[in-house]
């Protein structure tokens, strides 16, 4: 198969839904009642189609569309050019040069967040042509299958606006406990993730003792998202660090992450202080955290996420997979690269289950025994259901809601941290 059989870009659709999603609690206050995402479709002069899939901010929308206008004639095996069209599009956006939006965003996430769908696109329309899963195309799938976590949120049923949920209340342990049967008996997991912050720390940490003692062989872990001090994080660590498989970013910062990691054996992890390549050397000089969250989304794509996988085993630090609310397309892509990864050993954070709609047609992607198959099929191996997404094109006009910006949040708890577009 060659280049001109594959085909060159000839025009790119950028495409913003909305679908529902439960009043989840977080620490930033309940899940809205839509969750936006960006759906990008790269079309070829040879017929194909690829698909990626994003945020979908106001501002991120825009730097997509600057970019698709820029990618026609673009070689879907080129991804380097990819890469650099896309820094200088944004900079000449911006009367800039490069990765700097108008000096707000100076983290390389400020690119690789607006290269992943794209990038996630041109590795679809590369297995599409030549047959081959996108798995293949990072060095070939190590596994068939890729495990997958239970998330588990607190929740006030009654939020007005979230009517249509089914998941019930989510404030005391045994509710949790409740909702984790259900995950585990609807999917299979046989690990667990409690998204914490939301009340006072000693109930979460009984949260987590009934989840343990309800589900003796299961991992479990905790992510408060940065809430706790110092103390109270090390007193987390020291109360369940025989229970957890690790401590998902206790506090903000490396510098706090350090120290508790000083005080306690169990795992630290993070999605929060380390997000972008320039924070992995901070990090590993201060032994901050044994287990990275990787996240395509942010990382700029799988390739990239990919070399991710690589720093960490090299530092001897372990992987994780980060998930926002996500639809198909993005789980496609997790699981190719999941299955891609070899050092890919934790079981991957997914919002999949939450998700009541979706883009891609039924079939491609299922749980069972806690895990999702790695389609073996050309590309990521799913199809876009065109009517779907109109449908949800038309809700994300008519919902009334737009992403909300958490990176003044961010800039708060986190010491040092550059707004960007990122998303936790
Ligand atoms: O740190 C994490 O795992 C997340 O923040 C994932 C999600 O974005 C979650 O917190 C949420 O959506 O409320």
């Given at each position: 198969m060659t280049v001109s059989e594959a085909g060159r870009v000839s025009r790119v659709v950028v495409t913003p839904v909305a679908f529902?999603?439960?009043?989840?609690?977080?620490?930033?206050?309940?899940?809205?009642?839509?969750?936006?995402?960006?759906?990008?479709?790269?079309?070829?002069?040879?017929?194909?189609?690829?698909?990626?899939?994003?945020?979908a901010d106001q501002a991120h929308v825009e730097r997509l569309e600057a970019v698709a206008a820029a990618l026609p004639g673009a070689d879907v095996f080129?991804?380097?050019?990819?890469?650099?069209?896309?820094?200088?599009?944004?900079?000449a956006a911006t009367g800039g040069?490069?990765?700097?939006?108008?000096?707000?965003?100076?983290?390389?996430?400020?690119?690789?967040?607006?290269?992943?769908?794209?990038?996630?696109?041109?590795?679809?329309?590369?297995?599409?042509?030549?047959?081959?899963?996108?798995?293949?195309?990072?060095?070939?799938?190590?596994?068939?299958?890729v495990p997958f976590s239970a998330y588990l949120f607190y929740k006030w049923a009654g939020h007005p606006g979230h009517e249509e949920d089914t998941w019930g209340e989510g404030r005391t342990p045994e509710q949790l406990v409740e909702q984790a049967r259900r995950m585990i008996s609807e999917y299979g997991f046989t690990?667990?993730?409690?998204?914490?912050?939301?009340?006072?720390?000693?109930?979460?940490?009984?949260?987590?003792?009934?989840?343990?003692?309800?589900?003796?062989?299961?991992?479990?872990?905790?992510?408060?998202?940065?809430?706790?001090?110092?103390e109270t994080s090390i007193k987390a660590a020291d109360r369940l660090s025989?229970?957890?498989?690790?401590?998902?970013?206790?506090?903000?910062?490396?510098?706090?992450?350090?120290?508790?990691?000083?005080h306690?054996?169990?795992?630290?992890?993070?999605?929060?202080?380390?997000?972008?390549?320039?924070?992995?050397?901070?990090?590993?000089?201060?032994?901050?955290?044994?287990?990275?969250?990787?996240?395509?989304h942010l990382w700029g794509g799988l390739r990239r996420s990919a070399l991710l996988g690589g720093i960490c085993e090299t530092f001897g630090m372990g992987l994780s997979m980060h998930s926002n609310s996500h639809l198909g397309v993005s789980l496609a892509a997790m699981t190719?690269?999941?299955?891609?990864?070899?050092?890919?050993?934790?079981?991957?954070?997914?919002?999949?289950?939450?998700?009541?709609?979706?883009?891609?047609k039924p079939g491609a992607l299922e749980f069972s025994g806690g895990s999702v198959a790695v389609p073996k099929g050309p590309g990521l191996g799913v199809e876009l259901d065109e009517d779907a997404l109109a449908a949800l094109h038309e809700q994300y006009l008519t919902c009334g809601q737009r992403a909300r910006e958490d990176t003044a949040y961010m800039a708060s708890i986190v010491p040092g941290f550059t707004p960007n577009t990122s998303r936790w």
């Open positions: 529902r999603d439960p009043p989840l609690l977080n620490v930033v206050g309940v899940h809205q009642p839509y969750v936006l995402r960006t759906i990008v479709q790269v079309h070829t002069d040879e017929g194909l189609v690829g698909l990626g899939e994003t945020y080129d991804l380097h050019a990819l890469r650099r069209i896309v820094g200088e599009t944004l900079g040069a490069g990765a700097s939006f108008g000096g707000m965003l100076e983290v390389s996430s400020a690119v690789d967040t607006v290269v992943s769908p794209f990038e996630v696109a041109l590795l679809d329309l590369q297995g599409r042509a030549t047959g081959r899963p996108v798995s293949d195309l990072l060095g070939g799938a190590v596994r068939d299958r690990a667990v993730k409690l998204k914490g912050g939301v009340y006072e720390p000693r109930h979460e940490f009984e949260t987590v003792e009934a989840l343990a003692a309800a589900f003796p062989g299961h991992a479990l872990r905790i992510d408060p998202n940065g809430a706790w001090t110092v025989g229970l957890l498989e690790y401590l998902e970013d206790p506090t903000p910062g490396i510098p706090g992450m350090a120290e508790v990691s000083r306690t054996d169990l795992p630290l992890a993070t999605n929060m202080c380390v997000i972008a390549f320039e924070h992995l050397k901070p990090a590993v000089a201060a032994d901050a955290v044994q287990v990275v969250l990787s996240d395509h190719h690269l999941a299955a891609a990864t070899p050092n890919l050993t934790y079981a991957c954070d997914t919002h999949y289950p939450w998700k009541t709609e979706e883009v891609v």
